[in-house]
């Protein structure tokens, strides 16, 4: 989950009240080609503080917090929600090799959020990766400027191999715990304030209010059969959260404490019987699945 990490840190360093929601969806064909459709969609909350640190970017040039100052580049937050083509362009060798920029366009979600969607095309699914690379470059460009590190070896992934008309998605989204909903700034300072690392979580839920976070898997012509757990028709969910709801949940902050105290708790095992518990949040649990295609 390094890319939802990665979109954490971003909404932290922006404002306490920012947030959006996201969803990217694989769609493969039996012949390996297919394309990458990518959802962004931001509060008014958050367009709102995009605008005024935007303005204040300007304002601050040469200052404290502008490149090379010491903070954040605020000039490239206009950006986040309006990315222009060649910026869009770029981002598809985020999402593997061969993977090419097809169609964006500006709109809405059924509550009124603006962002945009992007289309990406490929023609083998062999290539395609999604990990914290796969987020639009802006994002990741002013987290850098923040001067936090990304690794691309941290976190889960979604890598494919296709043999004849059988697909296998090897996700480390499950393995890789919950990398991102847990942070341990917070996790210490909650320390240091003599709180339990639950209660600190809890107080990130506001920050995180509407925000949802989704991979999916289409099979574009259909599908024979597959070993996937969660599966509507044609699609299957690969993870899927309410990351508020999530970071309320008891069975989350029980596990958090539990952790702290003793972090040889906390397992990868320990984390899949954990993401089960959690009403929030859907994850396939395997490490491997595979899809027959139509």
Same mark, same amino acid.
């Given at each position: 989950?390094?890319?939802?990490?990665?979109?954490?840190?971003?909404?932290?360093?922006?404002?306490?009240?920012?947030?959006?929601?996201?969803?990217?969806?694989?769609?493969?064909?039996?012949?390996?080609?297919?394309?990458?459709?990518?959802?962004?969609?931001?509060?008014?909350?958050?367009?709102?503080?995009? /605008? #005024?640190?935007?303005?204040? &970017?300007? *304002?601050?040039?040469?200052? !404290?917090? %502008?490149?090379?100052?010491?903070?954040? +580049?605020?000039?490239?937050?206009?950006?986040?929600?309006?990315?222009?083509?060649?910026?869009?362009?770029?981002?598809?060798?985020?999402?593997?090799?061969?993977?090419?920029?097809?169609?964006?366009?500006?709109?809405?979600?059924?509550?009124?959020?603006?962002?945009?969607?992007?289309?990406?095309?490929?023609?083998?699914?062999?290539?395609?990766?999604? /990990? #914290?690379?796969?987020?639009? &470059?802006? *994002?990741?460009?002013?987290? !850098?400027? %923040?001067?936090?590190?990304?690794?691309? +070896?941290?976190?889960?992934?979604?890598?494919?191999?296709?043999?004849?008309?059988?697909?296998?998605?090897?996700?480390?989204?499950?393995?890789?715990?919950?990398?991102?909903?847990?942070?341990?700034?917070?996790?210490?300072?909650?320390?240091?304030?003599?709180?339990?690392?639950?209660?600190?979580?809890?107080?990130?839920?506001?920050?995180?209010?509407?925000?949802?976070?989704?991979?999916?898997?289409? *099979?574009?012509?259909?599908?024979?059969?597959?070993?996937?757990?969660?599966?509507? +028709?044609?699609?299957?969910?690969?993870?899927?959260?309410?990351?508020?709801?999530?970071?309320?949940?008891?069975?989350?902050?029980?596990?958090?404490?539990?952790?702290?105290?003793?972090?040889?708790?906390?397992?990868?095992?320990?984390?899949?019987?954990?993401?089960?518990?959690?009403?929030?949040?859907?994850?396939?649990?395997?490490?491997?699945?595979?899809?027959?295609?139509?």
């Amino acid at each position: 989950m390094r890319s939802l990490s990665l979109l954490l840190v971003l909404l932290t360093l922006l404002s306490n009240t920012s947030c959006l929601r996201t969803s990217t969806v694989v769609k493969v064909k039996k012949d390996g080609t297919g394309s990458i459709v990518a959802r962004y969609y931001f509060s008014p909350e958050m367009l709102a503080m995009v /605008d #005024q640190l935007g303005a204040l &970017g300007g *304002a601050l040039a040469g200052a !404290e917090g %502008a490149p090379g100052a010491g903070g954040p +580049d605020l000039g490239l937050i206009g950006e986040l929600a309006s990315p222009d083509e060649e910026s869009l362009r770029a981002d598809a060798a985020g999402y593997g090799e061969g993977v090419r920029y097809a169609k964006h366009e500006p709109g809405k979600d059924d509550e009124g959020w603006e962002g945009y969607s992007v289309v990406y095309e490929f023609d083998d699914i062999r290539k395609v990766r999604i /990990d #914290q690379n796969s987020v639009p &470059g802006t *994002a990741k460009d002013f987290v !850098e400027s %923040a001067g936090e590190e990304l690794k691309n +070896d941290e976190g889960g992934a979604l890598t494919f191999a296709l043999e004849g008309d059988l697909l296998t998605v090897k996700s480390s989204f499950a393995r890789a715990g919950m990398d991102g909903l847990v942070d341990q700034k917070q996790m210490d300072q909650a320390k240091e304030m003599g709180m339990a690392p639950s209660q600190a979580i809890k107080m990130a839920a506001g920050m995180t209010k509407g925000m949802r976070i989704g991979f999916f898997l289409r *099979a574009e012509n259909g599908m024979v059969e597959t070993t996937a757990d969660h599966v509507t +028709d044609d699609l299957i969910t690969l993870s899927d959260g309410e990351i508020s709801k999530v970071l309320l949940d008891p069975d989350l902050g029980a596990f958090i404490d539990k952790a702290a105290a003793d972090p040889e708790v906390a397992t990868p095992e320990a984390y899949k019987e954990l993401l089960k518990k959690l009403e929030a949040i859907t994850v396939e649990s395997k490490d491997e699945i595979t899809v027959k295609l139509k």
